[in-house]
């Protein structure tokens, strides 16, 4: 069978609020997750306005990467990780976000950590902004509702581009820019652009507005990242759910395909550098006023991304004759049409598993954009259950990893897809971001936490650790 790839990127990715720990070390601010309180399946994450003491706040403490990294990264290499997918805690370099000069004491973390990864042969991916903006830009600013807050996030970028330009070659601007698509769930916009809907605003045209601010800041770092180091491969990530019809039906095919274009929107702009005419066609009906200005149209064109990461977990399904109240449903993105699919199983937190649409969603990705693809994010979430002797037998994760590998690989060997590598999500066990738990875990690496932050913080392995490690040292083959 013809394999991937040689220079294939096999790693894990993680991202620095879920992981780092040490919120208020090193000089760093409080960000817009350090304001989250822990939730649970079905109930949502708190907002609060500012730290308050007598809150539980599970990202503050995470499992503590941020002093126990040196053990952390040599469990990586064993495994032997190719690269790391983390983030830059953008308030750990700029505390509130709008000072001139950045904080040495986290610049000096970053450094330490990248050499550590080099020093082991792993390659660091990083994300420029994974849900991390500074408080102090959401609550004064009311995030990227102000234009200000693009140059806030270019000089950000800039000046981790300038610091890291040896170390990191590949970079993201934002993660998942696009899930607050799904404007019915407030988390999203807040965690995204750090934006809270007032009473009587329209939530879409906000969304909109945020977005077009978020997309000029995507494009100027990634202009001068090329100026500051050409060399360097900047790429947007965005969330994929594919979103299939419900039946061959026309109305639910071309209902998929108009609802396809929530995911599409703000990667058709990364990649093209312009507005795809569907979304013009939307502001003009629904009477949107998006705040471009002159010289926005330029900037677009001049700062699109060399390949798309994207983060695959499930799909999701719709029938133009039914109707839900899918209002802050995270599983089905608030789609009022959507329905189960009765050919897909579900994890424990609702989330279908379904492989096929993996390579589904290279092939479709790799047609409309022709730019390498790289798989930045896909796991399985559960509940793992420690043995008397410590072991832990995590079969169903080793077989939802496997599926997966098995359709990227097809994508790449059969399809011709221009795949990048595959990171996948939480390679240890880290916080939940939609719910704040330890206990919903995607790692191969197990972490003695529960959701109260009780535990040892003791690291061991599972069964998918071996399993992945041969997996990579085979270059997927036995997969
Ligand atoms: C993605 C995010 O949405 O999914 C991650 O980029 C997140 O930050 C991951 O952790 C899995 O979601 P959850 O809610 O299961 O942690």
């Not at 995607?442 to 650790?465: A, P, T």
């Amino acid at each position: 069978m013809a394999q991937l790839p040689a220079d294939f990127l096999w790693g894990g990715a993680l991202a620095a609020h879920q992981f780092e720990g040490g919120w208020d070390q090193g000089g760093k601010g409080p960000s817009v997750v350090d304001v989250l309180t822990a939730g649970e399946h079905g109930v949502a994450r708190r907002i609060t306005d500012k730290v308050e003491a007598d809150e539980f706040y599970p990202n503050h403490e995470a499992i503590d990467f941020y002093s126990r990294y040196k053990e952390d990264i040599a469990l990586f290499a064993e495994m032997g990780l190719k690269c790391l997918r983390t983030s830059i805690g953008w308030s750990r370099i700029f505390p509130k976000g709008d000072e001139l000069e950045p904080n040495e004491e986290g610049l000096q973390f970053y450094d330490d950590v990248f050499d550590e990864l080099l020093k082991h042969g792993i390659e660091p991916v990083i994300t420029l902004s994974h849900f991390e903006m500074p408080l102090h830009l959401a609550r004064e600013y009311g995030g990227f509702r102000s234009r200000k807050v693009t140059e806030f996030f270019a000089r950000f970028a800039e000046v981790c581009f300038t610091r890291y330009k040896d170390k990191v070659k590949y970079w993201m601007t934002f993660n998942e820019i696009n899930n607050k698509m799904d404007v019915n769930n407030p988390l999203f916009l807040w965690t995204n652009s750090g934006v809270i809907v007032k009473e009587g605003e329209n939530a879409k045209e906000i969304m909109y507005q945020a977005g077009h601010h978020e997309l000029l800041a995507s494009a100027l770092a990634v202009a001068k990242g090329k100026e500051i180091n050409p060399d360097f491969q900047i790429g947007a990530m965005v969330s994929h759910v594919p979103i299939y019809p419900y039946s061959s039906n026309p109305e639910d095919v071309m209902l998929a395909e108009e609802m396809m274009r929530q995911r599409y929107f703000f990667p058709d702009v990364h990649v093209r550098g312009y507005y795809p005419s569907y979304a013009l066609k939307e502001f003009e009906r629904e009477g949107f006023s998006i705040p471009f200005e002159d010289g926005d149209q330029e900037i677009l064109r001049n700062g699109t991304v060399d390949y798309l990461g994207f983060s695959y977990y499930m799909s999701t399904t719709v029938k133009s004759d039914v109707e839900n109240d899918n209002t802050g449903d995270i599983v089905n993105g608030g789609l009022p049409n959507s329905i189960e699919n009765p050919y897909i199983k579900s994890s424990d937190w609702g989330w279908s598993i379904d492989p096929t649409g993996l390579r589904y969603t290279l092939n479709r990705f790799y047609d409309r954009y022709q730019v390498p693809l790289f798989i930045v994010e896909n796991g399985f979430g559960a509940i793992d259950t420690v043995e008397e002797d410590g072991s832990i037998h995590d079969d169903s994760r080793i077989d939802y990893l496997k599926s997966h590998i098995e359709a990227l690989e097809k994508a790449v060997t059969y399809d011709g897809v221009d795949l990048m590598g595959y990171t996948p999500w939480g390679i240890i066990d880290i916080v939940s971001f939609t719910t704040g738990e330890m206990k919903k875990r995607y790692g191969m690496i197990y972490v003695d936490r529960d959701n109260e932050g009780n535990g040892s913080m003791e690291r061991s392995k599972k069964d998918s650790f071996n399993w992945y490690k041969g997996v990579i040292a085979s270059n997927g083959v036995t997969a």
